[in-house]
């Protein structure tokens, strides 16, 4: 559930005009459009895929990219 004395709080705080211009024109907006309606079939078959392969553990990690990364530069 939203707290919304927390977003209150947020909002007050922010001095990004930039941020809230876009929380003030999502707010006002008749139509929530869901980002993954904007995705192409195909981008979307892509993003499915991929969770599939996150959660059968086919996945490597930053840190363990970033490392195999290393060693190979020093081939």
């Known amino acids: 559930m ?6 209150h709080q947020l909002i007050n705080t922010c001095d990004n005009e930039i941020v809230l211009a876009e929380v003030k024109n999502l707010l006002q907006s008749e ?3 869901d980002w993954w309606e ?3 079939e195909e981008d979307q078959n892509l993003v499915m895929e991929s969770e599939m392969q996150y959660k059968n553990g086919n996945f ?3 840190n ?12």
């Open 2 to 7: 939203i707290d919304k004395q927390e977003l």
């Open 31 to 33: 139509e929530i459009k």
């Open 38 to 40: 904007d995705l192409a």
């Open 60 to 62: 490597i990690s930053h």
């Open 64 to 75: 363990n990219l970033v490392r195999q990364f290393e060693e190979w530069k020093k081939k």
